[in-house]
């Protein structure tokens, strides 16, 4: 048995045994794995989402009215866009919201709509209330009450419908109800059309979307597609690829006429998303409604967004039916790939609700022009470099790199080294209150594996096999109780997940050979993202307060082959103010820095240097946080 | 995790025999482990490395959990996990049928 514990595969097996049976917690190092009596960081049952959520309803009881009322939950208490939770609403939900309260995500209302007189005498009392899940639902004629049929956060908030509201709502009902039941029928023939070939080749990519690409959090009324919380019903880690639960293997075999009209729907809206850019798309739907009507407005305002840069004017869609849609939806792919080489692409990140929004930068401004000359400062101090910017102190390395394959300071190699600096600067620079920095450890084997085709090889390292260098901002000790321990442990927990991103993006990097395609990993990212409230994300994010930040991908070229995210620089804040564009264009213009040096030395590597990065292990981490 | 479940699990007919009776194997002396979601980075290492002959470890949902009536307590997960969030669980409880049906599938033939 090979425990992947180190990458040292010359340790003998006693050595190699001793070592796995030692804890790699920081605070624990010296002690045997396994033993501790109890965990060291429990978190609240309710930490993360379900706290923000109950503090959202709680904003919404103590609201002054139903507008309020609805506008906190929208927000989730001032945590998410309120258009998102708008397009999260059922037809039924989202035409009580137009006529009690004048709130809808669609650019079509009658201008100047007016919100339904609520002091006239009831005829219907209602309610609104919010899931588990963030929505909003609503109890609305026809429909019982919410807390029999919905897992609610809190209890209901008590609606009064007048009399002039029901009629406006059953208009608004009529209507919706209509238009949907075209969309279906659209797409119906639409899937009819392009036959079952075509469409066993849509659901085979879009198994491989869910598998390769998480989460996906989307709606189709009550139903949830997700494969991240709650009840899976798409692949992704729990459910894997011909999983009887996952909502597009279970339509395998079936003639479409017997899919449910919301899964032909989905079929469609997921196809003409992953046209519009691939399969990153679909995670700007999280948290919505995944309809054509939903899907065209997400289209639209991307086309908007495209054309604000000079060059190829994307036309609108035809008409809102799916084959005009699946024009747009190939126009807009193509226009973002032109773009990608001329701009810089980020999404933000809205993390209660995963939803992600794709932005174009504008220009590097005062700010981020003056976050890289300070960083430049701290390099030049701190190391054997000279340049004003990082391009012209990573020109200048580029002369004369061999010291990225040589000891330097405290460390094995420059390049460790030229991380860490790069990092500790980081966390200055931005005022973070954590920077990090991955990548792989023994690109000498990288090489020689590459050089050997040995994709087999390349898959089968694991965590050990890749570092990240974690550098906290000392005073970050206040978000963690004060203790140097638990920050030094939070460090490590931070590193060790890196590992993990650079293990599950290193294989989308290889050519698809069996031994690659059966192995568990993510597409690689290619371009920046900012993050908004994370720390309501997921266990881990809520344990190391992951609340803003920045994550900053760049691709390596390594013997000719492209490695995209195989490098990244991360910001994090635990509280206080968000990051912002300038801040990121800041960070990736740092992290591109990295992945030149990267480069570099894996050019060294490649020519025969042995080069290896033994730092940033439990050891390193404990050694500069906490001793 | 995906690449693991398609991974055969071992030909012995002791794996099936728990998952279809839904119980601990009675010489087992060792208590099962369970991990802590608190302080778990979910890296899958516990997943990707507990023998075949156990497979005791799944995703689900944000968590990574260990089906105590197929864990047989040896150390291999306490020993890959980078940060040792795995305890002993003498206090352990049975495991819902809804996660047995998803375990179930398993032990069925791969397509």
């Known amino acids: ?627 | 995790m995906a690449w693991a479940k398609q991974t055969p699990y071992a030909a012995t007919t002791g794996r099936a025999d728990r998952v279809a009776q839904r119980a601990r194997h009675d010489g087992w002396k060792k208590p099962p482990r369970r991990i802590e979601a608190s302080e778990c980075i979910t890296c899958d290492l516990c997943l990707r490395n507990c023998p075949p002959e156990f497979g005791a470890i799944f995703d689900r949902g944000l968590d990574v959990v260990i089906v105590p009536e197929l864990c047989s307590g040896c150390p291999v997960c306490v020993m890959v996990c980078p940060v040792d969030c795995i305890y002993v669980d003498e206090d352990w409880s049975e495991t819902d049928p809804q996660m047995w049906n998803h375990i179930e599938l398993t032990t069925e033939d791969p397509p």
């Not at chain 1, 279906?184 to 023939?189: E, H, N, P």
């Not at chain 1, 065209?296 to 994307?314: D, S």
Request: aromatic content about 8%.
């Open chain 1, 1 to 627: 048995m090979t425990l992947p514990i180190q990458r040292d595969a010359g340790a003998s097996r006693r050595a190699t045994l001793a070592k796995a049976r030692q804890s790699r917690r920081p605070s624990r190092l010296g002690t045997p794995a396994g033993t501790a009596d109890k965990p060291d960081y429990l978190v609240p049952a309710d930490a993360g989402f379900p706290g923000l959520l109950r503090r959202a309803w709680d904003l919404a009881t103590a609201a002054p009215d139903l507008p309020a009322a609805v506008d906190e939950l929208l927000t989730l208490g001032g945590h998410v866009p309120a258009g998102v939770q708008l397009r999260a609403l059922r037809i039924t939900d989202e035409c009580a919201l137009k006529v009690l309260c004048a709130r809808s995500w669609r650019p079509d209302p009658p201008e100047g709509h007016q919100a339904g007189d609520l002091a006239e005498p009831p005829v219907f009392r209602g309610a609104i209330g919010l899931t588990t899940s963030g929505r909003i639902v609503v109890q609305v004629p026809s429909r019982g009450p919410l807390p029999g049929e919905e897992d609610l956060v809190g209890g209901v908030l008590r609606v009064p419908w007048p009399a002039a509201v029901l009629a406006d709502y059953q208009a608004e009902l009529t209507r919706m109800a209509a238009r949907y039941a075209g969309t279906v029928a659209d797409c119906r023939a639409w899937l009819a059309a392009e036959g079952p070939d075509a469409v066993q080749d849509m659901l085979d990519n879009l198994k491989e979307a869910a598998l390769r690409t998480a989460p996906f959090v989307l709606y189709q009324e009550d139903r949830q597609y997700t494969n991240f919380r709650d009840l899976n019903t798409l692949t992704g880690k729990t459910l894997w690829p011909g999983h009887p639960d996952c909502a597009l293997s279970g339509l395998e075999g079936v003639p479409v006429g017997l899919w449910s009209d919301s899964d032909a729907v989905l079929v469609v809206c997921l196809t003409l998303l992953v046209r519009s850019a691939g399969f990153a798309r679909i995670e700007e739907a999280n948290g919505t409604q995944l309809t054509v009507e939903h899907v065209a407005h997400l289209l639209e305002a991307t086309r908007l967004k495209y054309n604000g840069v000079p060059g190829t004017q994307i036309p609108p869609a035809a008409s809102t039916r799916v084959a005009a849609l699946a024009v747009l939806a190939g126009a807009l792919g193509r226009r973002r790939r032109e773009l990608a080489g001329s701009v810089q692409l980020y999404r933000e990140i809205h993390g209660p609700l995963m939803h992600k929004i794709e932005r174009i930068a504008g220009p590097a401004g005062e700010a981020a022009s003056r976050r890289e000359t300070d960083l430049s400062a701290r390099l030049r101090d701190r190391l054997p470099v000279s340049g004003a910017t990082l391009g012209e102190i990573g020109a200048k390395i580029a002369t004369a790199p061999e010291w990225l394959a040589q000891p330097h300071g405290e460390f094995g190699t420059g390049l460790e080294s030229l991380v860490y600096e790069t990092v500790r600067a980081a966390v200055e620079v931005f005022d973070c209150d954590f920077a990090m920095s991955r990548g792989m450890r023994s690109l000498t084997a990288l090489t020689r594996a590459l050089r050997a085709e040995d994709w087999q090889e390349i898959v089968t390292w694991d965590l050990p096999h890749y570092y990240c260098c974690v550098v906290p901002d000392p005073r970050a000790r206040r978000h963690f109780e004060d203790s140097p321990s638990h920050l030094a442990d939070t460090a490590w927990s931070m590193s060790a997940r890196m590992q993990y991103n650079s293990w599950h993006f290193i294989a989308g990097n290889l050519p698809r050979t069996p031994e690659v395609a059966a192995r568990d990993f993510f597409v690689p990212p290619t371009i920046p993202d900012v993050a908004y409230y994370s720390d309501q994300h997921h266990h881990g994010h809520v344990a190391a307060k992951v609340r803003f930040s920045i994550r900053s991908p760049q691709a390596v070229e390594i013997l000719g082959r492209t490695f995209n995210g195989f490098v990244d620089l991360r910001l994090l804040r635990c509280a206080g103010r968000p990051f912002d564009e300038q801040d990121l264009l800041a960070a990736h213009r740092a992290s591109g820095f990295v992945a030149a040096m990267t480069g570099l030395a894996a050019e060294l590597a490649a020519d025969g240097a042995e080069l290896e990065v033994t730092a940033f292990d439990p050891q390193w981490h404990w050694s500069t946080i906490a001793s």
